[in-house]
């Protein structure tokens, strides 16, 4: 029984140290010591940045940026206004797809010992999206980045000169930094980066990207950063994913620095509900307090980090940062497969290690790791949630549930596949198991990849769960799995490959301890189980972040696996217990799932949380037709009453170039409204000029146009820009705050014809329309919701 206490014991410990490693800090008031950060100052900046939304372009976002100059000048700061049209053509877009518009920098200088040495610029972004206040996307970066350059002021003239740079416009493609690093004559003198981003309302900051060759950059971290959130699995990850912030623009342009986040209450993530009554304080207070201890640092060293190889670093519990060059990688191996080596011979020493078992625990970890993907797949499914930003959103309401279900599924299939594989006489009820839960995947849609993985762990267990296996040797066979996978990432992907060497050389020390869990005592027990909970709980954080970060649940059998390396011995069943274990863990299963089916059935939406909406008056200009359409994924009965206001039935549609997804629409009354003027022209030199000028009081201007014909040296703005891959392909131009337009120029070989089509966008439902209905507490308007949109199309010749 003492091993059951020990395995208990385990699990709330390392979820109690998980819950309280992954905390914030407490907030530090307003009336706070001058040199430290203080959250409490930099919220005053914050309410009153995130007072209401304020996109690029949009009176609110002019008077944030007076605010701020009002604030730079009160700091001596001599802010300068750098307006200027920035776009680039998406690097992520399978289509040529440019996005621009006119933004307004805000750039100060606090001036260093050293004018000629690099600088250091502390980088946020002021505009927020449409319909969100952004108090924590980017209202808490830049409120931070006041703060810090108080702290910097107050300390004396650093070393070098430091710089605030206060970007625009980077929720409409990064073009505030596109627009600095470009044609800025500061841009130049940037050595050292320090951004702050959002993508949440709360949780830990953490330091998720740096430059190329981070060595001294890391090391400089190490030594600043207070209970730091890092790791260069973090780093590695997000350099793979389609994700951009104001720092891709400065590394690109080739500055090292360190890129800071947190992404803790994605609900407020670009939603009304970011608010700075919703933000939490402690978020701003850790990032704050970790990016002043690295300015602090860069601003008055006499060299900025140099380039040094990339390090292998993570966050251990703390403060502390372990951090070693990835060569020593293969010497953490080597100690993982010595102690794992001394627990194996320590174990046939003993005689309760036949290499038979070595193969059954192989066998249980691919159970283990194939039946959780199963699992936690057919749970996401069962959500009825769809998958996409708006689509997940009824999750992201329910969060704290939702991971509870998940977290119970987890340690249902790690505690369950132990217990099988040590009492024996599993393999029918374990195969079911897992082939029930591939094939209940297509309950909600015909889902191959589901059903293939639940039928290959179900023929796994056929041959796994026959004789009872010794722990000895089912231990040993799991840890060889850890052993191959983290040997694998050691030779492709370095940088990620701690994530599973550090958890397998602390169990397989245990293992060394107990004789691959041979000594069976139950003091043995206890004593296995305390620093079992300590790694788990840094598993489990490193699980909390892929649930934070992907909407990809079945990645989190990995840390279901991860964690089976450290806890099997404590799982492992006995076949004379008296408490069979694989009843409890199938009684986890069963919770998991009816917490799921709360997810499903139990409408999460509250005025903490409300629903959102985007309902759009749309205008056809070229059949004089109008529509009511709707750009969420389900249709909620709010949403419903307003498409139905004028009469007629709702479809679907796809409604280019407002959208690329199909689109909710009933007939409309005709609206008058205006489209933007458009002229082609020939220049001298035989060159032509697209010219489009949006319409009075355009909000957003959105051109498509293709051309069966070649068309080469093209520009926008004059600007050479690579524009039409090939014929007959449409190129999407996305601009905002554009009042003077923009120009697409291009030569052809001959006579031809372009096709454009267009929306214009303008913020405030028609004042002749039928008004919208009052919308509920539970109910919100969410981006761009509440607009009048002109489309229409038209062709030129030449």
């Keep these: 029984m003492l091993k059951n206490l020990a395995l208990a014991l385990c699990l709330i410990v390392a979820l109690a140290l998980a819950w309280w490693s992954g905390g914030t800090p407490r907030p530090l008031p307003a009336d706070a010591p001058p040199g430290v950060f203080s959250a409490g100052r930099a919220m005053v900046d914050d309410r009153v940045i995130a007072r209401v939304p304020h996109p690029v372009g949009s009176p609110q976002n002019a008077a944030v940026r007076d605010y701020l100059v009002t604030r730079m ?38 001036p260093g010992r050293d004018r000629a040495a690099p600088a250091l610029a502390i980088m946020a972004h002021y505009d927020s999206v449409p319909a969100s206040p952004g108090a924590a996307d980017d209202a808490a970066g830049v409120s931070a980045a006041l703060e810090i350059m108080r702290v910097l002021r107050a300390e004396g003239t650093p070393q070098r000169d430091v710089i605030l740079l206060i970007t625009d416009g980077e929720e409409a493609g990064l073009l505030g930094a596109q627009g600095f690093f470009a044609e800025h004559p500061l841009a130049r003198h940037v050595g050292f980066v320090i951004n702050m981003e959002t993508r949440g309302g709360g949780g830990q900051a953490q330091m998720f990207q740096t430059g190329a060759e981070n060595g001294e950059v890391i090391k400089l971290f190490r030594q600043t950063a207070q209970h730091p959130a890092a790791s260069s699995l973090a780093v590695y990850l997000y350099e793979h994913l389609p994700n951009d912030t104001d720092f891709t623009v400065s590394k690109a342009a080739g500055v ?8 803790g209450r994605q609900f407020d993530y670009h939603s009304p509900t970011s608010t700075s009554d919703n933000l939490d304080q402690g978020s701003v207070q850790h990032m704050g307090a970790q990016a002043l201890a690295a300015a602090r640092a860069v601003a008055q060293a006499k060299t900025l980090p140099g380039k040094a190889p990339n390090l292998v670093y993570s966050q251990t519990l703390g403060s502390y940062v372990l951090a070693y060059p990835q060569l020593a990688g293969w010497g953490v191996l080597i100690l993982a497969a010595g102690l794992g080596a001394l627990g194996a011979w320590r174990a046939r020493r003993r005689g309760v290690f036949p290499w038979s078992d070595v193969v059954r625990g192989i066998g249980a970890a691919c159970y283990l790791a194939l039946t959780a993907v199963a699992l936690l797949r057919l749970a996401r499914r069962a959500t009825g949630a769809g998958f996409g930003f708006l689509e997940q959103r009824t999750l992201l309401a329910q969060v ?39 094939a209940a995947c297509s309950a909600f849609g015909l889902d191959i990849p589901g059903a293939a993985v639940g039928a290959i762990g179900a023929v796994i267990a056929l041959f796994t769960f026959g004789k009872p296996g010794h722990v000895a040797g089912t231990w040993t066979g799991v840890m060889l799995t850890g052993f191959v996978v983290a040997l694998a990432l050691q030779i492709v992907a370095a940088p990620t490959a701690f994530l599973i060497a550090w958890p397998l050389t602390v169990a397989a020390g245990l293992s060394a301890l107990s004789a691959a869990g041979s000594v069976r005592g139950g003091w043995m027990s206890l004593l296995m189980a305390a620093p079992a909970a300590v790694a788990l709980s840094w598993v489990l954080g490193f699980g909390h972040g892929v649930f934070l970060g992907l909407d990809l649940v079945e990645l989190l059998a990995l840390f279901a696996w991860l964690s ?31 917490v799921t089916a709360v997810v499903r059935l139990v409408p999460p939406w509250s005025a903490r949380h409300p629903q959102a909406t985007i309902v759009l008056y749309v205008q056809d200009l070229d059949t004089g037709k109008a529509v009511r359409a709707a750009q969420t994924p389900d249709l909620d009965p709010w949403t419903e009453q307003v498409l139905k206001a004028d009469g007629g039935a709702v479809i679907q549609r796809a409604m280019p170039p407002i959208g690329r997804r199909p689109m909710w629409t009933a007939p409309a009354t005709p609206m008058a409204a205006a489209g933007p003027v458009m002229t082609l022209t020939r220049e001298i030199g035989g060159a032509l000029v697209l010219a489009v000028t949006p319409p009075p009081g355009g909000q957003s201007l959105a051109v498509d146009i293709r051309s069966k014909s070649k068309l080469t040296d093209t520009t926008v703005n004059g600007r050479p820009t690579p524009l039409f891959d090939k014929p007959g392909q449409w190129t999407r131009l996305r601009f905002e705050a554009v009042p003077q337009g923009i120009t697409v120029g291009f030569r052809a070989s001959g006579p031809g014809e372009i096709e454009t089509r267009y929306a214009a ?31 229409g199309a038209k062709r030129f010749t030449w």
């Design 400 to 438: 704290e549930t939702w991971q509870a279900a998940l977290l119970l599924i987890g340690v249902g299939v790690v505690v369950y596949a132990a217990a099988a594989v040590g009492r024996g006489g599993s393999r029918v009820h374990a195969a079911l198991l897992a082939g029930a839960a591939g």
């Design 73 to 110: 000048q009160a700091m001596g700061l001599q802010p300068q206004v750098q307006r200027t049209l920035a776009f680039q053509r998406s690097p992520r877009s399978p289509e040529p797809f440019v996005i621009g518009g006119t933004v307004e920098n805000i750039v100060g200088v606090l």
């Design 564 to 594: 089976a390396l450290l806890i099997w011995p404590l799982a492992h069943g006995d076949p004379d217990a008296p408490l069979d274990l694989r009843l409890v863990a199938l009684g986890a299963l069963i919770l998991g799932f009816a």
């Design 256 to 263: 090292t620095g360190l890129n800071f986040a947190f992404i």
């Design 761 to 791: 966008q303008s913020a405030g439902w028609p004042a002749t329309a039928k008004p919208l209905p009052p919308r509920g507490a539970k109910t919100m308007a969410f981006d761009r919701s509440d607009s009048l949109v002109a489309i």
